[in-house]
């Protein structure tokens, strides 16, 4: 296992180090990406989570959006119900031919503080934040101007006259600065097999500065809320609702649908679940008005410690004119730790 972790770690960071804000349409699969009271939220004493996704690949091919993040929590009991959380993550994205990426490494706690219940039933209110230190790259040969456009679909190999202030020189540029986030939870365990929750995060609280030419523009704000639950059908059956809205200055993005649990037999190494779900995106035109980003179709399966998740984004938009199966596919990788449960529930299982 500690070899497993040694390659993931170095696979990762050798990816992600040379962004928009990181977008994954599986967000129940990246809790620390989500919320940072999400910290330790979880049925077991330590988690490990493995997330990456391709964006447009049949579109811009070697060009794709690729992101990419690692993530570790654990939770400690303190007094006689609450609970600590401490984690660490690792986040980045490449995007484009400019190369234009993120690198993030964060730290993130929180607390979880009981409100009422009892031992398989529950209400909890977490209190979470994170601080983080970003870098953002370019490759300035990269980039592309309108006078280089042969004005017949190609392009002209000259150089910019002077159209990028500080990228004339044919050096790679990058920034650093802190980020910080905090988060709240709410969470009501009504039985093993019946839950529900509701956040809500605010991200680059301290508005730092993102420009690449020495100029004051500061990364906006955002703010994610978020909820969702399990709902018991039937002993075998499960359904999933949730939703997302990320409001960003004037950006705004929705996320919702659910999925379909099936609890399959108690194994050796545990109970195993298969799932499946169909989500919809959609975002806002900054000159008014709605539009229909994509349809979002979801499996998953857990057996015991290990879970895997497999999600492909079907583009609607007017992107889809690029080609056909012009869509992004994500990939999600859990493992959990259990060690010793004093108790059978404690929080809902994303």
Same mark, same amino acid.
């Given at each position: ?17 040379? =962004?928009? !804000? @990181?977008? #994954?349409? *599986?967000?129940?699969?990246? +809790?620390? &990406? $989500? ?92 209190? =979470?934040? !994170? @601080?983080? #230190?970003? *870098?953002?790259?370019?490759? +300035?040969? &990269? $980039? ?22 500080g990228f004339d020189d044919g050096s790679i540029s990058n920034i650093n600065y802190l980020d910080l986030s905090v988060g709240l939870l709410f969470f009501s ?162």
């Amino acid at each position: 296992m500690n070899r497993f972790l040694v390659l993931v770690f170095w696979l990762l960071v050798s990816t992600v180090l040379v =962004g928009q !804000d @990181i977008h #994954f349409s *599986q967000f129940y699969m990246a +809790p620390l &990406n $989500l919320n940072p009271a999400l910290t330790g939220v979880t049925n077991n004493s330590q988690r490990l989570i493995l997330n990456y996704r391709n964006q447009w690949a049949p579109a811009l091919g070697a060009n794709a959006y690729n992101t990419s993040s690692l993530s570790y929590d654990v939770r400690k009991p303190v007094a006689d119900r609450d609970y600590f959380g401490i984690g660490g993550s690792l986040y980045g994205d490449v995007a484009g031919e400019s190369n234009f990426g993120t690198f993030q490494a964060k730290l993130s706690g929180s607390y979880s503080k009981f409100l009422s219940g009892g031992y398989k039933n529950s209400n909890y209110l977490v209190l =979470g934040t !994170d @601080i983080g #230190f970003t *870098q953002n790259r370019i490759t +300035p040969e &990269n $980039l592309r101007w309108p006078q280089q456009h042969n004005g017949v679909g190609g392009w002209n190999d000259a150089a910019p006259s002077g159209e990028a202030p500080g990228f004339d020189d044919g050096s790679i540029s990058n920034i650093n600065y802190l980020d910080l986030s905090v988060g709240l939870l709410f969470f009501s365990v009504l039985d093993e097999f019946n839950n529900f929750y509701a956040g809500i995060s605010m991200s680059h609280i301290n508005s730092p500065n993102v420009s690449f030419l020495n100029q004051d523009v500061s990364l906006y704000v955002k703010t994610t809320v978020h909820a969702g639950a399990e709902l018991e059908l039937t002993p075998t059956y499960s359904i999933l609702p949730g939703a997302i809205v990320l409001l960003q200055g004037p950006h705004r993005e929705y996320n919702a649908g659910a999925s379909l649990r099936f609890r399959m037999k108690d194994t050796a190494v545990g109970r195993q679940y298969v799932q499946f779900g169909v989500w919809f995106r959609t975002g806002n035109r900054v000159e008014g008005g709605l539009h229909a980003d994509a349809a979002i179709f979801s499996a998953r399966m857990d057996n015991g410690n290990y879970g895997i998740g497999f999600s492909y984004d079907a583009t609607v938009s007017e992107f889809r004119r690029a080609g056909t199966a012009n869509g992004s596919v994500e990939l999600s990788l859990n493992y959990y730790i259990k060690g010793e449960q004093k108790r059978r529930i404690y929080c809902p299982s994303f």
